[in-house]
């Protein structure tokens, strides 16, 4: 399971539906797809589409893809938060189904940045709020959930692997970053093996101004704390 998320800044006004499908054809291109049948939620309400996908003609994956929004809110989301239901008793959410996909949205109209103090779970999601046409994106405080995204001339591409993201823009290899991996065995902060690809550190946010989009990276947890 997982996020895949590629959108030209400047046609984020499209439909959500219209987005949704580019976002299943592009999953459908993944080969790293689980090799079990599974059934798991990435987004929130309705509609609802279903998304089987074969390799070399044998069945490898199905998803239940729930697509919609709140008001001008609508989510990826990737993980699970075990707390919501008592999140929504301590705010009162009114609420149509009993996903904790949907406490996410209601917590972040409510609550903004802050909603991330309430919840206990392992999750990475992005939100686009279109009234503020901005997208907010937010990992869990061990990083248990990964997130990587590409963002370079108005090109913004997000996906919880590195592979996801590959198969859909030809990325240069960062030798810097490459020399550092082979010395330290691993890669330094947010650093990738790719150019314009970094990874969102665990604890943090971001929110990118899609008018003028630039990724800030703020920690919202830390073990210190």
Known sequence: DGVVGPALLK?????????????????????????????????????????????????????????????????????????????????????????????ILHAYAKLGVKCLDEFAGMFVFVIYDKEKNELFIARDRAGKKPFYYYLENEKFVFASELNAIRHQLDLEIDETNIRQYLQAAYFFGPAT?????????????????????????????SIQD
């Open 193 to 221: 093996p790719y150019k314009h690809v970094k990874e969102l550190p665990a604890g943090c946010y971001a929110y990118i101004p899609l008018n003028k989009p630039s990724v800030t990276v703020v920690k919202w947890w």
């Open 11 to 103: 046609e984020m006004n499209r439909p959500v539906n219209d987005r949704i499908k580019q976002i299943l054809i592009n999953m459908e291109r993944i080969r790293w797809m689980p090799t079990q049948p599974t059934t798991d939620y990435l987004l929130v309400n309705i509609p609802e589409y279903k998304l089987d996908a074969y390799e070399n003609g044998n069945y490898v994956y199905s998803m239940v893809v729930v697509v919609g929004s709140t008001q001008h809110n609508t989510v990826i989301f990737n993980g699970e938060i075990y707390n919501h239901q008592e999140i929504r008793r301590k705010h009162g959410f009114v609420c149509k189904t009993n996903s904790d996909t949907e406490t």
